[in-house]
């Protein structure tokens, strides 16, 4: 109960940030993304990671409003970036499962067009679990957002239950697998194959394949030679404030 009177005092007292992971192309080695991941500054505990609150929040139902002002301010940020004549990159935002209703494609569209920010620079995350779950809804409501332009990806892949042919009937972007299979690549044959099998997998089902948790170089090479298109990790870029990132992409002109 103390932790949601705080959550909802730091929505009011705006004491949520927005931190921005870099995406690099493993054909370029450029910056071709960001996600977006909320940190809590709260003025009595200092940094709190989302783990720490997220799942109260989605308990208490203020992910929809804290969720809200995280797609808000990305997109927001992402338009400046653009307007600041940076190369454009679609901006990640990850979703609960609460905020997957039939209400969300309108909520895009609005959050779209106070922005400014074209659809096609929007990427939403969804985790595989939920988009596995009531499947017949949540496709409706991925239909009604693709529509608007956006990019959807399967996030945490390979640590749910996807049916392959469900996979198929989504309506998604890329997968984006799990970094517990990342970091046992070069140790644990079965992770090794796992990878190398959801890389073919995205590929035939017209899937980007992105990895995450890319630690160290053995790892970046094991997945450029497996065809990987995207890495995201310590190695490429920490979670970083908005300043930081604002460097990384004026070093990419
Ligand atoms: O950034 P970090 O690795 O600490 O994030 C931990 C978890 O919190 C991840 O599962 C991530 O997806 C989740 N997370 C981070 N930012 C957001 C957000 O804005 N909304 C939701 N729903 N989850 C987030
Ligand atoms: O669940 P999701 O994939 O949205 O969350 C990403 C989480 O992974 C964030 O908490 C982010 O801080 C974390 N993360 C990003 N890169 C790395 C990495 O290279 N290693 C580890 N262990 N975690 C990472
Ligand atoms: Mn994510
Ligand atoms: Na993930």
């Known amino acids: 109960l103390e932790m949601l009177v705080s959550?909802?005092?730091?929505?009011?007292?705006?004491e949520f940030k927005l931190y921005y992971q870099p995406k690099i192309s493993l054909a370029s080695g450029r910056i071709i993304g960001a996600e977006a991941l909320i940190r809590w500054?709260?003025?009595e505990q200092g940094l709190v990671p989302p783990d720490r609150f997220i799942p109260f929040a989605e308990e208490a139902g203020l992910i929809v409003p804290i969720g809200e002002w995280v797609l808000r301010t990305a997109c927001?940020?992402?338009?400046?970036?653009?307007?600041?004549?940076?190369?454009p990159i679609p901006v990640a935002v990850n979703l609960s499962p609460r905020q997957l209703d039939q209400n969300l494609p309108e909520f895009v569209r609005q959050v779209l067009v106070e922005s400014g920010l074209a659809a096609a620079w929007l990427e939403l995350e969804i985790t595989e679990n939920v988009?596995?779950?009531?499947?017949?809804?949540t496709v409706a409501t991925l239909n009604a957002l693709k529509r608007l332009g956006l990019q959807v990806s399967v996030d945490d892949f390979g640590t749910g239950y996807?049916?392959?042919s469900y996979l198929r009937r989504f309506?998604?972007?890329a997968l984006k697998i799990d970094k517990s299979f990342v970091r046992d690549i070069a140790r644990d044959t079965d992770s090794a194959a796992i990878v190398k099998a959801v890389i073919s997998l995205g590929h035939i089902l017209?899937?980007?394949v992105i990895a995450?948790?890319?630690e160290d170089q053995e790892q970046y090479n094991f997945l450029l030679e497996n065809g990987c298109d995207e890495v995201q990790g310590y190695l490429l870029g920490k979670p970083m404030p908005v300043e930081d990132f604002t460097r990384r992409l004026e070093l990419e002109m």
């Open 41 to 43: 500054i709260s003025p």
């Open 131 to 137: 988009v596995m779950r009531d499947a017949e809804k």
């Open 7 to 14: 959550l909802r005092r730091a929505l009011d007292r705006d």
């Open 76 to 87: 927001a940020q992402n338009k400046l970036w653009q307007d600041a004549g940076l190369a």
């Open 206 to 208: 017209n899937l980007r």
């Open 171 to 173: 309506p998604v972007d």
């Open 162 to 164: 996807s049916s392959l």
């Open 212 to 214: 995450e948790g890319v």
